[in-house]
Structure formats: structure tokens, C-alpha cells
Nanobody
Framework: QVQLAESGGGLVQVGGSLRLSCTAS????????MAWYRQHPGKQRELVAA???????NYADSVKGRFTLSRDHAINTVYLQMDSLKPEDTGVYYC?????????WGQGTQVIVSS
């Protein structure tokens, strides 16, 4: 079993920044791909950014150049640095990993971008 705990969400103005953190309950960040998803009200959860075991990252087109995913193995944490935030970035952000055969999600952290 793994628990993922997100933090760092909040209310920010358009153009502002936030850094989300996801800390795992045990040492999984090194040996597992990790990802951030978000869910807009009334819509399906969508992939925002992911990092592979080898450290390669990929991003949704809508956040490329504005969001950066990184990780700190020593503290079992992945980060999502979000810059130049837009109203359409508003949503609940979830940390995710898969350790076969299970999927693990955090509880989510709310981000609201106000114009």
C-alpha cells in the first residue's frame, strides 16, 4: 500500500504561480513513474504532467512551457511548479502512480485561478 499526500493548492491570481507537492508514504519515487492529473468541475480527470523512472517528463499541450514537474528522491516527493497560471488551470490536482496491479491516487488539492 502507498499513500500519496498532495499539498500546495490555493487561490492565486491570473499570471501567478503555485508549487504543488506530492509526498509518498514510502520510497517509490525512484522506481516508479509519477504523474499529476487535474479535474475541472463537471469534466473527466486529465493528465497534466508525468515523469518516468528515467526522469523523462511529458506535459499536456495546454501546460507546456508553464508547468514543470520535478522530484526529490530523498524525501519521496514530486513537485509541480505552475507558472503563468490561467483561469482554465482551475481544478483539483491529483498525484498518481501505478504499482502493478494497483493504481494509487492522492486526495487532491484545489487550485483556483482568479481573474
Amino acid at each position: 500500500q502507498v499513500q500519496l499526500a498532495e499539498s500546495g493548492g490555493g487561490l492565486v491570481q491570473v499570471g501567478g504561480s503555485l508549487r504543488l507537492s506530492c509526498t509518498a508514504s514510502r520510497s517509490i519515487v525512484t522506481n516508479n513513474a509519477m504523474a499529476w492529473y487535474r479535474q475541472h468541475p463537471g469534466k473527466q480527470r486529465e493528465l497534466v504532467a508525468a515523469i518516468s523512472v528515467g526522469g523523462s517528463t511529458n506535459y499536456a499541450d495546454s501546460v507546456k512551457g508553464r508547468f514543470t514537474l520535478s522530484r526529490d528522491h530523498a524525501i519521496n516527493t514530486v513537485y509541480l511548479q505552475m507558472d503563468s497560471l490561467k483561469p482554465e488551470d482551475t481544478g483539483v490536482y491529483y498525484c498518481y502512480t501505478r504499482i502493478r496491479p494497483n493504481n494509487y491516487w492522492g486526495q487532491g488539492t484545489q487550485v483556483i485561478v482568479s481573474s
